[in-house]
């Protein structure tokens, strides 16, 4: 069983940045980012391939804000969130799946608890 713990979230302003980090506790996986806001199903953010993190896939809402990075020696996943929004709000998920990337929640097999970003106005 793999665990997986997502630290970095709070509250800021619009405007401001934030970097979520997520540690593993074993295995080699594509990781992915998603998010649920509330009343709203789990999206995807974005996800990075396995091992050299060489590719990459953003959902429109987020290209060019958010970049999503790996360090493979500390099995750890980030994901740099910067020009933040109030629709960004919303509980930030980790994945890890064993396939090639996915933008699809039934791609990742382990999942984090999550942890909460909230952006004012």
């Known amino acids: 069983q793999v665990q997986l713990v997502e630290s970095g979230g709070g509250l800021v302003q619009a405007g401001d940045s934030l970097r979520l980090s997520c540690a593993a506790s074993?295995?080699?996986?594509?990781m992915g980012w998603f998010r649920q806001a509330p009343g709203k199903e789990r999206e995807f953010v974005a996800a990075i391939s396995w091992p050299t993190g060489s590719t990459t896939n953003y959902a429109d809402s987020v290209k060019g804000r958010f970049t999503i990075s790996r360090d493979n020696a500390k099995r750890a996943v980030y994901l740099q969130m910067n020009s933040l929004k109030p629709e960004d709000t919303a509980v930030y998920y980790c994945?890890?799946?064993?396939?090639?990337?996915?933008?699809?929640?039934?791609?990742?097999?382990?999942w984090g608890q999550g942890t909460q970003v909230t952006v004012s106005a």
């Open positions: 074993g295995g080699t996986f594509s």
């Open positions: 994945a890890a799946g064993l396939t090639t990337i996915s933008r699809v929640t039934s791609a990742y097999k382990y």
